[in-house]
Every structure is written in C-alpha cells, then in structure tokens.
C-alpha cells in the first residue's frame, strides 16, 4: 500500500454531506479498502458539478447520509480488489456520473448500460471524489490520456461526455446546422464540440457581450436571444438539424423549438422545472421531435476524453482546493463561474 501505511498517512480528508441542507464538512477518515470488483483511487481533481446540489439539497429521495459528493474524478488507481480485470495500480482515471453497471440485468443484457437497474451513481449512491481518496466500481473506470491534467480531465467526465455523447449520438452530419442554446458550464463545451465535429455551429446565449467568447469557442454564429427571435433566425439558416438545449429554462427551450429543420430534434440536457412547451403541428408536419439524452457510461467518457485531446478541447475552469469546497460550491451555485468549478488535493 505504499504511501498509506501507518501514520497520519493512513488517513484522507473528506469532504461530506451529513444531511439534507447541511453544511459541508470536512473531516478526516480511515482510507478504506476496495472490495472485489472494486478500485481506489487516490484522486487528484473533482469537479462542482449542479447535479451535486442534489446530494447537498437531499431532492432525490434515498440518498444515504452521510455522503461525499463528486461526480467529476480524475486521479490515480492505487490499489485494486480482488477480481478486478484489465485495470491496475499506477493507471491515471476519471470517474463521471455513471458508477457503473452490473452487466446482466435486462437493460444491461440489451447494451443499455446506461439504464442499469444496479442504478450506481457516483457520489450519490456511493462516496465520490469530494476527497482524497475513494472507491469506485471497475465499470465505472475511464482511462485519461496522457496529455491531459487532472483539472482538465475532471470536467470533461460529466459536463463533457454530456455533451460530446449527446452530440455524436444526435444524427447531425458534418455541415449541418446545431445551435447550441446557453454558453454557460455545459453550453461552452457543446460549442466547442460542435464546431470540432464539422457542424455549423450557432451558439445562443442572452446579451450581446458573449458573442467574442462564443466565437473564441469555434461558434460560427451568434444569436442573442434577448435581442433577435431565436427560432426566427435559425429558420433564416434553413434550419437547425439539432438544438443542444443546455439551459434549465423551459421558456427558453420552447422558444427555439421554432427553428428546427425537417427532422430536426431538440436534445434536453438541462432540467426546467417547469414543463416545456410543445406544439404538435411542426412535429408531425416536420417530423421534429424533442428528446433527452443520458450522460454515458465510462466507455463514453474515455472516448470524450480521447477526443478532447485530440481536437484541443477543453473546459475553461476555476480551481480551488479541497478544504475549500464549501465556498467552492457557492461559487459554482451563484451562476458566475467561468465555466466549471474543480477541486484539487495537491496530490
Ligand atoms: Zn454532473
Ligand atoms: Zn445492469
């Protein structure tokens, strides 16, 4: 075990959740050891994702407290259990929000991995990377490249996959026109992705004042939705093959749905709370449809992960460490990041 043995080495920081609305705490906790089927990781960047307000918050039911958020790992396997194949102490990792799968009920058996009723997600069903160190199922693995840092590789298991799975899964082709509707954690990456695949790429975002990053980010358009008719000008461009809708607001999908193509689709990765409004007629007429998209298993983050290095893409981030987490958090929740918050452990 290296490192760990004795001493205060035998000891990591964590940092956890103990109840709904409770405050983040940092304590120190025994490293634990990995069961069969299982690695450690000694984790070196977490990403703040919004999807762990839902561990801070307590809104989805069965969360078992405490818990340790942190869905956006990058770090080091240190040690493996028994039975684990193919992965092996020394490798680097990323952990997003799949924490893996069982490989044999029905929807694993029909290659729906995603939708495993196991049901593992990182950090909510089990301790994430608010830490120095954590368990994750062996399915749950993506290998990082080389080229990429920590820091870098941690957003890109989350709000990249997002994105980058969603996109090349989309039905889009080289020159097609996606609009990218927001430009804020998930939309700065879509761009990004979207331009790097050949698409006509119209980034949508409210104010003017955003359009040279837009640009900066490879968007061959710009919309501001608070000046233009966004749903108008897409149609002026014939139309968008897809709408990446990276916002969580409802009216704002519902406005664009207007400009979509024939067989265009509107793909929902950002969750309003209110319901989107639909109408029938361009779907039928059109065959539009609207449709949401799961993140990927940890094939998916190793492939957005690959790609990224390949094509430079990379989400911009502010860092903090670990025993900063808590204002790290507020940071990300005020909506002011640029783009993604990521947590280091200066290991
Ligand atoms: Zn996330
Ligand atoms: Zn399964």
Redesign the pocket.
């Known amino acids: 075990m290296k490192d760990t043995i004795g001493g205060a080495m035998s000891k990591m920081r964590v940092v956890q959740v103990t109840q709904p609305n409770g405050p983040f705490e940092l304590l120190e906790r025994e490293i634990p050891e990995p069961a069969a089927g299982r690695v450690r990781i000694k984790v070196e960047a977490c990403g703040i994702?919004h999807?762990d307000s839902l561990i801070k918050e307590g809104t989805i039911p069965g969360i078992q407290y405490p818990r340790v958020p942190g869905?956006?790992v990058a770090g080091i396997v240190d040690a493996v259990g028994a039975g684990v194949v193919g992965w092996t102490e020394g490798q680097r990792v990323g952990v997003g929000?799949h924490g893996g799968y069982c490989g044999h009920c029905e929807p694993c058996r029909r290659g729906d991995f995603f939708a495993c009723q196991w049901g593992q997600v990182t950090g909510i069903t089990y301790d994430g990377g608010y830490a120095d160190y954590m368990i994750a199922h062996s399915s749950a693995l993506a290998l990082i490249p080389e080229e990429l840092s920590a820091i870098e590789a941690g957003p890109l298991v989350?709000?990249g996959v997002t994105t980058f799975n969603s996109l090349r899964n989309s039905g889009a082709r080289p020159n097609d026109v996606v609009a990218v509707l927001g430009l804020g954690g998930l939309g700065h990456l879509g761009v990004q992705f979207a331009a790097k695949m050949g698409f006509k790429t119209v980034a949508i975002a409210r104010g003017s004042d955003k359009e040279p990053l837009a640009r900066q980010l490879g968007a061959h358009r710009y919309i501001d939705s608070q000046a233009q008719d966004v749903a108008a000008e897409l149609v002026k461009m014939g139309g968008a093959k897809v709408i990446l809708a990276t916002v969580t607001n409802a009216e704002a999908m519902s406005a664009a749905l207007g400009g979509l193509g024939i067989n265009g689709k509107l793909i929902v990765l950002g969750a309003p709370q209110e319901p989107l409004e639909v109408s029938a007629g361009p779907l039928l007429g059109g065959r539009r449809s609207v449709a949401g998209w799961y993140s990927g298993t940890s094939i998916d983050s190793q492939d957005t992960l690959s790609f990224s290095t390949l094509s430079g893409v990379r989400a911009m981030t502010e860092v903090f460490p670990l025993e900063r987490a808590a204002e790290a958090y507020q940071r990300m929740m005020s909506g002011k990041a640029r783009f993604r918050v990521v947590l280091t452990t200066g290991r």
Request: net charge negative.
């Open positions: 994702c999807s869905h956006e929000w989350c709000a």
